[in-house]
């Protein structure tokens, strides 16, 4: 335990403006800026500082199981041989491990007033499943994992991500009390890394 009061969970992560279309930028630059006075000026950061989580994959089922039956010859009851129940030892398997991992992460946005970081989101993926050619396959997503103190302790490097699913959207009128809601994007990717960071953040 190096402190005394230690958080596990902060970290930093922003989609990168390349990761979006160019005419989408512009538009919605327009549309947030006819909103009034607001911190922000550009639809991307607008966009990024509504994420409030991120949920990183695991690595499942790596061993094999291999049954072992063991048997006593010296006991016979009409001709068989009397077996005693399997035991099962469990052996590392041969597959990639990436197979073993759920290729997907999900990144968790606020729902702003309006729901303008929802349409952005929403046009993005239609841009990028329609149009895929337009964009680089080789983006990179990081996620930086930070200590107590806000200083970048490591990272997450996730390869070539696409969007796979995005969440809809619920109104209702029926709600009693009203809290923040969210939505969920779901990315898929390629290939995987992890390092330390040095001399990086805050």
Same mark, same amino acid.
């Given at each position: ?20 279309? $160019? ?68 052996? %590392? ?9 759920? $290729? ?27 149009? %895929? ?10 996620v930086y994992l930070k200590d107590e103190n806000g200083k970048y302790i490591s990272k997450v490097i996730l390869k070539q991500p696409h969007i796979h699913s995005i969440d809809g959207i619920e109104l209702t009128m029926s709600k009693i009390e009203r809290g923040p809601e969210s939505f969920d994007v779901v990315f898929t990717f390629n290939n995987i ?10």
């Open positions: 335990m190096l402190s005394l009061s230690p958080r596990y969970d902060l970290f930093d992560f922003s989609i990168p403006k390349t990761y979006f279309p $160019n005419e989408l930028i512009e538009k919605y630059d327009v549309i947030l800026n006819k909103k009034g006075p607001s911190i922000f000026t550009s639809s991307v950061d607008y966009l990024n500082e509504s994420i409030v989580g991120v949920k990183l994959p695991g690595i499942t089922d790596l061993n094999l199981p291999q049954f072992q039956i063991s048997s006593n010859s010296g006991i016979a009851t009409e001709n068989r041989i009397i077996t005693e129940p399997h035991h099962e030892n469990f052996t %590392p398997g041969s597959e990639n491990i990436l197979a073993k991992m759920d $290729n997907q992460f999900t990144v968790t946005f606020r729902q702003n007033q309006g729901l303008l970081n929802y349409y952005f989101m929403y046009e993005t993926t239609f841009h990028r499943y329609c149009r %895929p050619w337009d964009y680089n396959s080789d983006d990179v997503f990081i890394d992890f390092d330390i960071v040095e001399n990086e953040g805050v």
